[in-house]
């Protein structure tokens, strides 16, 4: 393949894949930094209903629940944990119904606040198709820094510097990923 052309799909794939990736290292960072993200909760109802939150019929009782109590609301699925169940995607304000004692149940509405929002999208908690469409950008990331490293090896007169920067890397990963 010929440098320009290598250099033009690096160009396309980092330009194409730039907000996305300046927006996953915002939240990543922020997060790591001890940055929480916050959200608001509505207590909004108390159920009494024995096995409403049971996993085979988690879906379709929030589903019938939240019709009528919420019309304009709709949600993809539900991601149901020990003692609680949430409505997904979470990227945008969300239900989540709490077990508590005996067969009583806790609606509470939860408003992410955009840095919430955007981690949330971030762990892939958004829309199903967004998934693959991530993913799609996380396909250009790999090529950029592939073609990237590629260029570099190539050119002489930066070599030394992308193999130097390029182990110093390798080394950092490895020591926070084996300690």
């Given at each position: ?10 160009l396309?794939?980092a330009?194409?894949?730039a907000?996305?990736l300046l ?16 959200e608001s909760?509505e207590?909004i ?5 024995k096995d409403f ?6 879906k379709?009782n929030i589903?019938?629940?939240l ?5 304009d ?29 005996g ?21 892939g908690?958004?829309?199903?198709y ?6 799609f950008?996380?396909?250009c990331?790999m090529i ?12 002489n007169?930066?070599?030394?510097a992308t ?13 926070e990923?084996?300690s």
């Amino acid at each position: 393949m010929k440098r320009n052309s290598l250099v033009n799909i690096h160009l396309y794939c980092a330009s194409f894949s730039a907000v996305v990736l300046l927006v996953f290292a915002f939240t990543g960072a922020m997060h790591l930094l001890n940055f929480k993200e916050t959200e608001s909760l509505e207590v909004i109802d108390t159920i009494v209903k024995k096995d409403f939150l049971q996993k085979s019929n988690a879906k379709t009782n929030i589903g019938e629940y939240l019709k009528s109590k919420d019309q304009d609301y709709n949600f993809e699925y539900v991601k149901s944990y020990n003692g609680y169940s949430i409505t997904r995607p979470t990227t945008r304000n969300y239900y989540r119904f709490e077990m508590n004692a005996g067969d009583e149940i806790t609606v509470i509405k939860v408003v992410p606040s955009l840095r919430k929002r955007l981690f949330e999208f971030h762990k892939g908690h958004g829309r199903k198709y967004t998934r693959w469409i991530n993913s799609f950008f996380g396909l250009c990331l790999m090529i950029t820094v592939g073609s990237g490293i590629w260029l570099g090896l190539k050119n002489n007169r930066i070599r030394r510097a992308t193999i130097v920067t390029g182990l110093i890397s390798l080394f950092i990963f490895l020591v926070e990923f084996y300690s």
